[in-house]
C-alpha cells in the first residue's frame, strides 16, 4: 500500500468529501479519486460508498483508515528522531478550543508559554459534536466536548481526557428556586430556557429534562457563547444550562443541580496520534490537564 494513498483515505474520512479532501491535499478531487480507486484495486473489500451525493467510509475503510492513523505515528517517529539528532525545538503549538474551554484553559497556555514553555497559538472554533476530530487537521490539539453516553471520539485521533463535567441549572439570584440547594427537571421545566442551536452538544439534556417532566421545553433564546448565557440568564430571560467548573463567572447568577437528573459532558484533548509523538505537544497536554486538576479542586480530572 502506497503511503499517500492512505493517506487520502484517512482525510476522507476525517473531512467526509472528495473536494474538501483535495483542497486540503493541494490536488484536484480527480487526483484523490485516483488514489481512492488504486487503493481500491489492492483491498478485497470495498474501502467507500456512496451516501447521497457524498462519498464516506465502509466499516473495512474505517478500519484501515485508523491502520493509517498508526502508519502516520510510525513515520513521525522515524521523523522524531532526526528531529532529537538535530536538536529541533519544535515551534509553535496551534490549538483549538469551543468557546468555554478556551476561556478556562487558554489562559494557562499562555502562561506556561510565558514562562518559558512551548509557544501557543490559540483559536476559537465552536462546532457540533462530530465536526471536532476534522479540526485536528488543521490545528495540533483540539479541545472538545461530548456527552455522556454519546459515540465516542473516532481511532483516527488520541484523546487525552480533562474534565468529567456536571450540567447545572443556571437560575437568576433572585429567582423563587435560587434558594434551593437541588432542583427538580418537573420545577425547570416550566421556565422558558436560554438554549443552544440545533445540532449542538448542550441540546440533547434539554431534551432529557423534556422527557422526566412530562412537559415540552419553551425555547425562549438561542444562543452559543456561555457569556451570553450567562448575560442572560442573569437578566431575568429565562433558565439555562451551564457546566459547573468551565461556566463563566457573572453577578446576579447562580447555579443549581438537576435532583433527578445526572447530567454531565466530557471536555477531551483530541491530537492526531502522531502530532502527540512532539515534545512540545505533549508539554502542552501536560498543562492542560494540570489546569484542569486545578479547576475541579480535587486532582482528578477525568472518569
Known amino acids: 500500500m502506497d503511503v499517500r494513498q492512505l493517506a487520502v483515505l484517512r482525510e476522507l474520512g476525517d473531512r467526509g468529501s472528495v473536494t474538501a479532501v483535495a483542497e486540503a491535499l493541494f490536488i484536484t478531487p480527480s487526483a484523490v479519486s485516483q488514489q481512492l480507486a488504486a487503493l481500491q484495486r489492492g483491498v478485497g473489500v470495498p474501502l467507500t460508498r456512496r451516501q447521497g451525493r457524498r462519498l464516506v467510509l465502509t466499516d473495512a475503510g474505517e478500519a484501515l483508515a485508523a491502520a493509517a492513523a498508526d ?8 521523523e522524531g528522531a532526526v528531529e532529537d539528532f538535530l536538536a529541533d525545538p519544535g515551534g509553535l503549538v496551534r490549538v483549538a478550543a469551543f468557546s468555554s474551554a478556551g476561556a478556562a484553559f487558554f489562559p494557562a497556555l499562555v502562561r506556561v508559554a510565558a514562562a518559558g514553555g512551548p509557544g501557543v497559538e490559540c483559536a476559537e472554533r465552536d462546532v457540533a459534536q462530530s465536526a471536532f476530530p476534522a479540526l485536528c487537521a488543521e490545528h495540533d490539539v483540539v479541545l472538545a466536548h461530548r456527552l455522556d453516553h454519546s459515540p465516542p471520539w473516532p481511532r483516527t485521533v488520541t484523546v487525552t481526557r480533562l474534565l468529567h463535567e456536571p450540567l447545572d441549572v443556571a437560575l437568576p439570584a433572585e429567582h423563587p428556586l435560587a434558594h434551593r440547594s437541588e432542583v427538580t427537571a418537573e420545577e425547570v421545566s416550566r421556565e422558558p430556557w436560554v438554549a443552544v442551536h440545533e445540532g449542538f452538544p448542550l441540546l440533547a439534556p434539554l431534551e432529557a429534562i423534556a422527557t422526566t417532566s412530562g412537559r415540552s421545553l419553551t425555547m425562549a433564546h438561542r444562543v452559543n457563547e456561555l457569556s451570553v448565557v450567562a448575560a442572560l440568564v442573569a437578566a431575568g430571560a429565562g433558565v439555562a444550562l451551564m457546566p459547573r467548573h468551565t461556566a463563566p463567572a457573572a453577578p446576579g447568577l447562580v447555579l443549581r443541580p438537576l435532583r433527578d437528573l445526572a447530567l454531565a459532558r466530557h471536555v477531551d484533548a483530541l491530537v492526531r ?29 477525568a472518569r
Not at 502508519?71 to 522515524?78: G, H, K, M, P
Not at 497536554?285 to 479542586?297: D, I, K, M, Q, S
Request: charge should be positive; proline fraction near 5%.
Open 71 to 78: 502508519v502516520a505515528a510510525a513515520l513521525s517517529r522515524a
Open 273 to 301: 496520534p502522531e502530532r502527540a509523538l512532539r515534545r512540545t505537544v505533549a508539554a502542552v497536554l501536560a498543562a492542560l490537564v494540570r489546569e484542569a486538576e486545578a479547576l475541579t479542586g480535587d486532582g482528578a480530572p
